[in-house]
């Protein structure tokens, strides 16, 4: 193994994250045309619905009986960021924020103290197929935040900068940066009370996409951060000293350059996470991060007590009909994407 990198991981669907970062799924489905449920058009036989997680033909319901997703379920004591590049996810929450985003939109939501939130998947197209492709990170919260109040935020694709470039022979370099920044050029603020709002935390999530050929390093950072870099769609790389394929994670050095050239045919695409440790206890159980056991056993409690505040959706799988992407927030307040 090289100097650079640690250690690498084949991915599949979920990633092997360093602290701060708790988590990440990927999800990528080649799901069918829709039906007028927004669910699929297709036979649902030999799935085992509700915990469908096998990728039979290309794509899973996941916990999904009607819609493919995640119906209503608890979070406390850590963020999830969503970062959809393809397709369209319908978010409804216990604040009563809902949203339907993708097609390059982030949501990052601060579970804090508690609250419940369905994610599930809306097939719109009933006369083509709805690819989906789907990540979402867990970002702890240190002690001092676990319990601060939820925060719902949606950054849409076009409010989202991307830094471009070109290498000496011209082969195109582009990075969307959802969080942190490369040579001047920054992500929208994080939430208040998240650890990516902490300039010293050093949080980083860029989908970095090279072009066939292109040549881009990796910059070195300080010392004693956790910086993964997760090749997840290509052909080949060369990257310090070695060909790796894609289907990739790599646990790299924060404070050495990482070259890196793509020697596939096909653009050579990256999730990046980068974050200085929290460097707490972590007690974590299913839905909840705490600090000890005794806060995960109060989770469970304040959860049975109230629900996080209850249910005040029709469906534990809410879909939000044929509408274009919006966000309704908290307090009533509605945007949608220029």
């Known amino acids: 193994m090289s ?6 991981q084949v991915l599949g669907l979920h990633w092997e994250t360093s602290d701060p970062f708790l988590f990440c799924a990927f999800h990528n489905d080649r799901f069918p045309k829709g039906n007028e449920q927004l669910g699929p058009d297709a036979s649902l036989a030999g799935r085992p619905i509700g915990q469908d997680f096998q990728l039979k033909d290309g794509w899973r319901m996941y916990h999904g ?12 004591g850590f963020e999830t960021i969503s970062i959809v590049p393809v397709g369209l996810v319908d978010h409804a929450d216990s604040m009563g924020a809902a949203g339907r985003y993708g097609n390059g939109d982030v949501q990052w939501l601060t579970t804090g103290r508690g609250v419940q939130h369905s994610e599930m998947f809306p097939l719109v197209h009933q006369d083509k197929e709805n690819p989906l492709l789907f990540f979402q990170i867990w970002l702890n919260l240190p002690a ?17 900068p991307v830094y471009e470039s070109k290498d000496e022979d011209g082969n195109e370099i582009r990075i969307k940066i959802v969080a942190g920044e490369i040579d001047g050029v920054k992500a929208p603020a994080p939430p208040p009370d998240s650890w990516a709002s902490r300039p010293e935390s050093r949080v980083a999530m860029w989908l970095i996409d090279l072009a066939p050929g292109a040549s881009w390093t990796l910059p070195a950072d300080e010392a004693g951060l956790n910086r993964r870099l997760y090749f997840y769609s290509g052909n080949s790389i060369k990257a310090d000293g070695q060909t790796i394929a894609a289907e990739t994670g790599m646990h790299l050095q924060s404070d050495q350059d990482f070259p890196i050239t793509n020697t596939g045919a096909s653009p050579a695409r990256f999730l990046f996470l980068q ?64």
């Open 3 to 8: 100097n650079v990198i640690i250690s690498t």
């Open 65 to 76: 009986e009607r819609v493919a997703g995640f119906p209503a379920h608890p979070h406390r």
């Open 144 to 160: 001092a935040s676990k319990m601060v109040k939820p925060h719902f935020a949606m950054f849409w694709d076009q409010d989202i």
């Open 275 to 338: 974050g200085r440790p929290i460097g707490e206890p972590v007690a974590h159980y299913g839905p909840f991060v705490m600090n000890t056991r005794e806060e995960l056993q109060q989770a469970f409690s304040d959860y049975q007590r109230d629900q996080y505040g209850g249910w005040p959706w029709e469906r534990h799988d809410q879909v939000h009909g044929r509408r274009s992407r919006f966000a309704v927030h908290e307090d009533g307040h509605e945007e949608e994407p220029a």
